[in-house]
């Protein structure tokens, strides 16, 4: 896909599947905050000001355990080093923007809006705004649903909560593995993942995805030079 | 320690870690093969996010003829060439069903 469309309505439609997928995370957020003893207006100050999903998990359980502020930013550094690669990735995407509405635009990249707008070649802001502000209102909602209702709230421990994000995830990355590089780097990324998984602060997620691209690159490579020279012959 | 100190130094990290690869590579040209690296990312990432919840969702390994999450995935990506919300449906209810059977 070559160019987003220039439409705030386009965005929350496309990004509407992940906020039902966010939501449970945004009540357990809020009720978990009741426990740790945040507080009503730190709780929810947490996801107006931060918006960092699963660095507030951390954040949160840390403090809760009497963690030191630098533990707790030095978690956080790392949970969130990712969205460095999601800032870079889509960099070149968001050219018609200026400094400043990409400066605003880079505190809404969460997971969710950039597996969304990295579809495209070419964002349009609308678009964006759309998709990362249905996000944002979301995560503010459900936190703060979950610290009204707190404790009502209770999700079957065995139900793999975290699940619910993947087909949407799935769903966007499927139809964009249309090249033997694209398939091989999510094949390789996915693998290395699970030997990875146990990495501290999440960091085995971003160390899977920067070997696999590379090694996707490398196989890619190796592909071109061989054809060419059979090609030759 | 105070809650809103802590609050403010995680928003500086988080929005410093988003902002400054964002405009750093908004203002320089890239060669091909960083373009070509950085448009393999969005594929990267999100499979390693899903990897391990499809295929280890416990933390350890397990057949995957015996998980939810495998089939519901499997269903997920077989719709997916229908659409996002299709797709998406299909995963959630096969992974509630598959749950709900003892899977």
């Given at each position: 896909m070559d160019t987003s469309p220039d439409s705030v309505k386009a965005g929350i439609r496309d990004i509407f599947p992940m906020l039902l997928g966010t939501a449970p995370f945004g009540l357990i957020f809020g009720s978990l905050v009741l426990e740790t003893g945040l507080g009503t207006i730190g709780g929810q100050s947490f996801s107006i000001f931060v918006f960092g999903g699963a660095s507030q998990f951390v954040a949160v359980n840390l403090y809760g355990n009497g963690a030191t502020i630098v533990i707790i930013l030095i978690a956080t550094f790392f949970i969130n080093l990712r969205h460095a690669l999601y800032g870079a990735s889509l960099a070149p995407k968001l050219e018609t923007q200026k400094s400043r509405e990409r400066l605003l635009m880079s505190f809404f990249l969460t997971d969710e809006a950039f597996a969304v707008v990295s579809r495209f070649k070419l964002v349009k802001s609308r678009y964006f705004w759309g998709a990362a502000g249905a996000m944002y209102c979301n995560w503010q909602i459900c936190t703060l649903l979950g610290i009204i209702l707190g404790s009502q709230?209770?999700?079957?421990?065995?139900?793999?909560?975290?699940?619910?994000m993947v087909p949407a995830f799935l769903a966007i990355i499927i139809p964009q593995m249309n090249k033997l590089i694209l398939i091989n780097c999510g094949m390789i990324s996915l693998f290395l993942s699970l030997f990875m998984m146990?990495?501290?602060?999440?960091s085995g997620f971003m160390i899977a995805a920067l070997l696999g691209i590379t090694i996707a690159l490398i196989f890619d490579y190796y592909i071109s030079k061989v054809t060419r020279t059979s090609g030759r012959r | 320690m105070n809650i809103f100190i802590l609050i403010f130094f995680m928003t500086v990290i988080t929005f410093a870690i988003r902002a400054v690869s964002l405009l750093v590579f908004s203002s320089i040209t890239l060669s091909t093969l960083t373009t070509r690296f950085l448009s393999l990312v969005p594929v990267a990432v999100l499979s390693s996010l899903c990897g391990p919840l499809i295929?280890?969702?416990?933390g350890y390994w397990s057949n995957p003829i015996n998980l939810a999450e495998f089939w519901a995935s499997l269903v997920t990506v077989l719709v997916a060439r229908y659409g996002a919300l299709p797709a998406i449906t299909a995963g959630i209810v096969v992974y509630i069903t598959g749950y709900k059977l003892g899977f």
């Open positions: 709230f209770e999700f079957n421990a065995s139900l793999n909560i975290g699940f619910f146990d990495f501290p602060y999440q | 295929f280890k969702p416990s």
